[in-house]
């Protein structure tokens, strides 16, 4: 028996449709939603995923029926700062938030406010963003300071709790008791990062509790070794810790290195990873030359990248994998559609700072994008790092998006000359290496082929792979 054949129009498969759905930008989306109703369901979604309060301000000009809608599309909220903008946010059909951002003390209503937004979404929450504006207030003494823990827990007392999603949280500029946080582990067993930024743990703990899921910690230095021979260190609650954030910003490094090592010791055996912040430099030499034992990460500020510090790290050589300094510029981003300014703080350094990768032979990633590299330099010695995945660097003479593009093209046709001749299929002769190019662009792509590991590269303009 025949059957009549059937046949429909591409883009009137509703599994097409929703695939294309997540492969545009928010206008393409608008733009696809008013095609038809069926398409208006797989692209609405698009458009409302990610609210960024800076990027759509007139987000606060809807009614709280579009809101209520079209809400539980909303999955990140980016900036809520002010008491209009959270308190849009305060709709139930805002009920399946994966990411939120959110200012929680600017004042009374807006703390009841954002609270309200944490606790509905609690459930599906897998990102949290808490912050607090400076104020000249004592944030001890003020209410709207301190976290209602409960807020962040599913279902408390329910008969069938639900537990968190939370994955990553961060607390910045505000007020926590001891045992608000081991309430806040217990009740967040998927938690892998905490981030207490400049937040104060205050009070006397009256039980103990171990996360030994979170991986990533960070605090002010203080904080993290109090002062008083009697306080707890924040460490204790962290058996699994990997990774150490800590800061210090407008007061003296008086903590002795010897306490500091033998908390870690005690409390961190696996700890191997520090993100050192601070406004003298000192910490970041204490830490390389007396506190860390078998270090695999080190980040710190540019300015701090020196001669000195660049020889404490090599007591580290045989544990280091990943050397990077922090970003702080705003405007920064390694996908811009121009090219990225450099400093040349490190000009003098340039020749010491070659000494990590030609000395560290499990190195994985070297992240510098405020060095510009001299290829003469980087010719003189053999980098040992035959791992190297990531390299975020500047090289001198790069210093046009169409230089840059040139030595990337170039790489990767090594790239793909290699996997050809590895798997025993012939090169065409126009496509083998031009040995007499002696170009920049040349140099720098054969320099990358020597890391057969290599995939993300940064060279001022955009982050490339090999394919």
């Not at 962040?152 to 607390?171: A, D, V």
Request: contains cysteine; neutral net charge; hydrophobic residues 40%.
């Amino acid at each position: 028996m025949a059957f009549p054949a059937t046949t429909k129009k591409v883009f009137e498969l509703p599994e097409l449709t929703h695939r294309l759905s997540r492969f545009v930008t928010v206008q393409d989306a608008i733009s696809c939603a008013l095609v038809s109703k069926a398409w208006t369901e797989h692209f609405i979604s698009v458009i409302w995923f990610k609210i960024d309060f800076d990027v759509h301000p007139r987000f606060l000009n809807l009614s709280p029926d579009i809101v209520a809608k079209h809400g539980h599309h909303i999955r990140i909220i980016v900036d809520a700062k002010t008491l209009p903008q959270v308190s849009i946010l305060a709709n139930s059909g805002v009920n399946g938030l994966r990411d939120l951002k959110i200012e929680t003390a600017a004042s009374a209503s807006q703390h009841v406010r954002a609270y309200e937004i944490v606790f509905r979404n609690n459930h599906s929450l897998e990102d949290l963003n808490l912050t607090a504006i400076n104020t000249t207030v004592s944030k001890q003494d003020s209410t709207a300071h301190y976290v209602p823990v409960s807020a962040l827990i599913p279902s408390l007392g329910s008969s069938s709790p639900t537990l968190s999603k939370l994955q990553r949280l961060r607390i910045q500029n505000m007020c926590l008791t001891h045992d608000s946080l081991a309430f806040v582990l217990q009740g967040c067993p998927r938690l892998s990062q905490l981030r207490l930024s400049f937040t104060d743990v205050v009070g006397t703990p009256t039980q103990s509790f171990q996360h030994a899921g979170v991986k990533v910690f960070g605090s002010t230095l203080k904080s993290i070794f109090p002062d008083e021979p009697t306080g707890t260190s924040l460490l204790s609650y962290f058996p699994g810790l990997t990774t150490l954030s800590t800061y210090n910003y407008g007061s003296s490094h008086s903590i002795p290195s010897a306490r500091i090592k033998d908390d870690i010791t005690r409390y961190c055996p696996h700890l191997s990873g520090y993100h050192l912040e601070d406004s003298t430099g000192a910490i970041v030499l204490n830490f390389l030359t007396d506190i860390a034992n078998n270090m695999s990460e080190i980040v710190c500020l540019l300015r701090h990248i020196s001669s000195e510090t660049i020889t404490a790290m090599l007591l580290h050589q045989a544990t280091l994998k990943i050397v990077k300094h922090f970003n702080f510029e705003q405007d920064f981003d390694f996908e811009k559609e121009e090219i990225a300014k450099v400093g040349d703080h490190l000009q003098l350094s340039g020749r010491f700072l070659q000494l990590i990768p030609r000395c560290c032979p499990d190195l994985e990633e070297l992240r510098l994008f405020g060095h510009e590299m001299d290829m003469d330099v980087v010719e003189q010695g053999k980098w040992v790092c035959h791992d190297l995945k990531t390299l975020r660097i500047r090289i001198k003479g790069l210093d046009t998006k169409e230089k840059i593009l040139k030595a990337i093209a170039l790489w990767r046709k090594g790239c793909w000359r290699r996997w050809r001749k590895n798997a025993g299929t012939s090169v065409a002769a126009e496509d083998e290496e031009d040995e007499t190019d002696m170009s920049i662009e040349a140099r720098v792509a054969r320099h990358l082929l020597k890391f057969d590991k290599l995939w993300w590269v940064w060279l001022g303009y955009q982050t490339w792979t090999p394919i």
